[in-house]
């Protein structure tokens, strides 16, 4: 296979599957990592992709964001897995914050029904799966609801969350990295997020690792803001201990 065909092979493959990373596509066209490297670099400077930790993603992605269905439908068995082993840091009889995303209303979907808890949460599906547990204090953070991810954002939300000291707070994120921190498609999401971190004594990330090298257009925090990341083993030994060198705790569930 010459090279532009190979290029045009990458690119129909990267707007498909959202992203595509080096390693698969040397495996598949059975070329180097390094000629995959030049692939991803000619299609960049093409304006056909955007280079990204250990890959790229089509042009265009950085401000797409998929409806809240379809993402909860993106591994789903990593995110059931990354919700039961953040089971394990609910604090006893503490106060939590759980962030607006797909993984953590999976993590409140799993809390048991017997807990003893204040939580704390902006996200209505989180919310509503946490409401007929008759030992958690219940607080729905209001705001302008997002439509996409059902999800208060702007000065009532951020109002509130600056009168909270939580013991921990459960993250989301759309993107994670050690150079590009964690980001997200949305300006106002972004906003809360910070506010959460700021809202909480420790910080827990629950994502899983198809989000890793993932850069999107608002920024709201570095790795190293993040006292635990929970992802799942598709994150390789080498990318964990890349990021717990600078400090943050990794579980690969």
């Known amino acids: 296979m010459y090279a532009p065909e190979r290029q045009q092979e990458i690119l129909r493959i990267a707007q498909e599957s959202g992203r595509v990373d080096v390693l698969s596509l040397a495996e598949e066209f059975q070329v180097t990592a390094e000629t995959v490297r030049r692939d991803l670099k000619a299609l960049d400077r093409a304006g056909l992709l955007r280079r990204v930790h250990g890959g790229a993603i089509p042009v265009g992605r950085l401000g797409f964001e998929p409806d809240l269905a379809e993402r ?38 799993a809390v048991p029904v017997d807990a003893a808890l204040t939580v704390v ?60 921190g964690l980001t997200t498609p949305d300006l106002a999401e972004a906003a809360v997020k910070r506010a959460v971190i700021r809202a909480a004594r420790r910080v827990v990330l629950l994502a899983d690792s198809g989000k890793f090298g993932q850069e999107h257009f608002a920024r709201f925090g570095d790795l190293t803001d993040v006292d ?26």
């Open 72 to 109: 909860d439908a993106v591994a789903a068995d990593e995110k059931d897995r990354i919700a039961r082993a953040a089971l394990a840091e609910l604090p006893a009889d503490g106060n939590v914050i759980v962030d607006a995303g797909t993984t953590t209303a999976r993590l409140a979907a």
């Open 121 to 180: 949460t902006h996200a209505l599906p989180v919310a509503a799966r946490l409401a007929d547990h008759p030992g958690i204090a219940l607080h729905l953070v209001g705001g302008r609801v997002r439509h996409r991810t059902r999800a208060a954002v702007d000065a009532w939300a951020l109002g509130s969350y600056a009168e909270i000291n939580a013991d921990v707070v459960f993250l989301a994120t759309n993107g994670f990295s050690p150079d590009s």
């Open 228 to 253: 635990l990341l929970i992802t799942d083993t598709g994150l390789s030994p080498d990318d964990a201990r890349s990021i717990e060198s600078r400090g943050t705790e990794v579980v690969r569930a």
